[in-house]
Nanobody
Framework: VQLQAYGGGFVQAGDSLRLSCAASRRTFSNNAVGWFRQAPGKEREFVARISWNGGQPSYADSVKGRFAISRDNAKNTVYLQMNSLRPEDTAVYYC?????????????????WGQGTLVTVSS
């Protein structure tokens, strides 16, 4: 499975962005998908994840209530709607697909990774 994340950009604090993660294979619809991010000088961290059928979305505490993960399996695409962006959300955002229908927040659970898309939030 090849993944491509896109939709990043430069925004002001309080703005919104929607990231997309497109997969190359229809079997993507059987996989849990997660979003992770890595800020400059920091380790990669979990942001959100969603199971194969769109159920059981979960979020890091830092984005809960502001971000929403969803998927459209007919389009082999997973989305991350990011609202009320803050400067601390600045990072490269990666999507990743697990080999199972359900997965946890650990990056070790995800086998397939996209190339990342940069989100910069200015104050």
């Amino acid at each position: 499975v090849q993944l491509q994340a896109y939709g990043g950009g430069f925004v002001q604090a309080g703005d919104s962005l929607r990231l997309s993660c497109a997969a190359s294979r229809r079997t993507f619809s059987n996989n849990a998908v997660g979003w992770f991010r890595q800020a400059p000088g920091k380790e990669r961290e979990f942001v959100a994840r969603i199971s194969w059928n769109g159920g059981q979305p979960s979020y890091a505490d830092s984005v809960k209530g502001r971000f929403a993960i969803s998927r459209d399996n007919a389009k082999n695409t997973v989305y991350l709607q990011m609202n009320s962006l803050r400067p601390e959300d600045t990072a490269v955002y990666y999507c990743a697909a697990a080999t199972s229908a359900y997965s946890g927040p650990s990056s070790a659970s995800y086998k397939y990774w996209g190339q990342g898309t940069l989100v910069t939030v200015s104050s």
